[in-house]
């Protein structure tokens, strides 16, 4: 354009004069927009769509430098989100990914890095052999470049944080009118925030087939007894073109049950467990709880008060859960039909009194233990002894609390038992062995921290696995062979053998 058009009206008187004379004066050859290395590039190099097992996912592209939605944007259907999961995500588009994995390689630190230079070329020869999406890609990264150069590093060296934005996918949580709910980076961040809302789509699909088929909604509350027949385990339908796909279980509600839907298995297992439970005691005639207290002395029951629960009847109300607990797992349990549910509820009925009467008096040692190391924890008053004694309240505090007899469970008492008698051996040794006593609890602070570094790294508002839980009982073993030695742990434990546990544990 000739310089005296400097406003939008120039323009147009410009521009009328103009196009009479050259029509396409102002028309891009298409050789003006594209690069001439633009033709090794396919529409497989940036896909329309992302999928991940059953789910088909939209992507589009926004490039925006400094928004936060700029790069790649990857639509996840709120019906859907409980099944989105991280895999894959970190190997990016095929477009995108040499730029991800020469930005990684840079991430290194300094000494690993000047191994690997220049980045694009390792970065080039890494994708030329790696088989996207079969591993974590930082793990591949790590095995593959490893083997080019020989230097050792682990997946755990690249850091993240040091990719630049368009480089991370951004995943946008959108409703059946494909209107935005919610985008961020962090896919676990969003599920956490949206899982009311995720839940509440999923409900919405069950009702609308129960209304569809004119039958009875999947989910219900205020059930007193097993009247819904066979509980799918799983729950499958469609909706707005997608798989949705969602878990039913009981769910204990104080003094009756419903039925809800849950995102993952996990989660339906722990709800299951805790509402079969609750079925169970609230039909059984003779509550266990009030049979047991009244099978004790006076004597007995004033032993038994001084408690962490606040009651003497909430206290027994624990032990007739944690009876339950052990005859239902003895049983095969929980149930998903009414005949199973008959024949383990009979099952449970016969014996749960007589369990929880023998729970009783199980806890009863187990509270005398932990007053006994409430009374000596008080009769240490060394300054300098502070840290220590702060150690052991904690640790009190964390193993005999409210409920503490169904959290631990019956199989764990003997244990809880020795680690309380470790702890009160403890304390009649730290004065005359104070400096032995603080090197031995930093060690235990050492796995305490480790141990909740990797509770940090597990995904928020889901059921801790198993496998995770017995580390925390491993510590407490770890601080029996540190301060009573003599009273032997229930399997070998050492610092080394956390960690190792911790390390096989962490996503």
């Not at 992302?50 to 589009?60: E, H, I, M, N, S």
């Not at 878990?247 to 509402?275: C, H, I, N």
């Not at 929880?356 to 002894?385: D, F, I, N, Y």
């Not at 409920?403 to 040794?429: C, E, H, K, N, S």
Request: net charge neutral; with cysteine; proline share 6%.
């Amino acid at each position: 354009m000739p310089d005296h058009v400097v406003s939008g009206a120039h323009f147009d008187s410009w521009w009328k004069r103009k196009r009479h004379e050259q029509p396409d004066f102002l028309d891009f050859e298409r050789e003006m927009l594209i690069r001439e290395s633009a033709g090794t590039v396919t529409k497989d190099d940036y896909p329309d769509t992302w999928r991940q097992g059953p789910l088909k996912l939209r992507v589009t592209y926004q490039f925006e430098p400094g928004a936060d939605a700029d790069g790649v944007t990857v639509h996840i259907p709120l019906q859907v989100l409980n099944q989105v999961t991280d895999e894959g995500f970190d190997w990016q588009i095929p477009g995108l990914r040499e730029e991800v994995v020469t930005e990684l390689i840079r991430s290194l630190p300094k000494p690993i890095r000047r191994n690997y230079v220049p980045a694009p070329n390792f970065a080039r020869r890494f994708l030329d052999q790696a088989v996207p999406l079969r591993e974590p890609l930082t793990v591949a990264m790590a095995r593959d470049l490893k083997r080019m150069v020989g230097v050792p590093f682990e997946a755990e060296d690249f850091d993240w944080s040091r990719l630049p934005d368009h480089l991370k996918i951004t995943f946008r949580i959108v409703d059946e009118r494909r209107r935005k709910l919610a985008e961020d980076k962090d896919l676990e961040a969003l599920k956490l925030r949206l899982k009311p809302k995720a839940r509440q789509a999923i409900s919405q699909a069950a009702a609308a087939i129960a209304e569809r088929e004119g039958g009875e909604s999947l989910e219900r509350s205020g059930l007193t007894d097993w009247t819904i027949g066979t509980l799918t385990r799983v729950f499958e339908t469609r909706r707005a073109g997608q798989p949705v796909k969602a878990y039913p279980a009981l769910v204990d509600d104080g003094d009756t049950v419903s039925v809800r839907l849950f995102d993952t298995e996990e989660e339906q297992a722990e709800a299951m467990w805790k509402g079969t439970r609750r079925l169970i005691l609230r039909n059984i005639p003779v509550n266990p709880a009030k049979f047991a207290s009244e099978k004790l002395t006076n004597a007995h029951k004033l032993a038994l008060s001084a408690n962490p629960h606040g009651s003497i009847q909430a206290l027994f109300d624990d032990c007739a859960m944690a009876a339950a607990d052990k005859l239902i797992g003895d049983f095969g349990g929980p149930a998903w039909d009414e005949e199973s549910y008959r024949k383990l509820y009979d099952k449970v009925r016969a014996e749960i009194v007589d369990t929880t009467v023998r729970t009783v008096g199980q806890v009863q040692q187990v509270l005398a233990a932990w007053q006994s190391c409430e009374r000596r924890l008080k009769g240490v008053r060394s300054p300098s002894l502070l840290a220590n004694l702060t150690d052991v309240r904690k640790q009190l505090d964390a193993l005999v609390r409210p409920g503490f007899v169904t959290r631990a469970g019956l199989r764990r008492m003997p244990d809880l038992m020795r680690y309380l008698v470790a702890a009160d051996r403890r304390l009649q040794q730290m004065p005359t062995n104070a400096q032995r006593d603080t090197a031995r609890m930093e060690k235990v602070h050492e796995m305490q921290d480790e141990y909740a570094w990797l509770l940090e790294q597990l995904p928020q508002g889901r059921p801790v696995p198993s496998s995770v839980l017995d580390i925390r009982w491993m510590i407490e073993e770890l601080r029996v062979s540190y301060f009573a030695h003599a009273l032997g742990t229930a399997y070998p434990v050492s610092d080394k053998r956390i960690v190792k546990a911790i390390d096989a544990a962490a996503p």
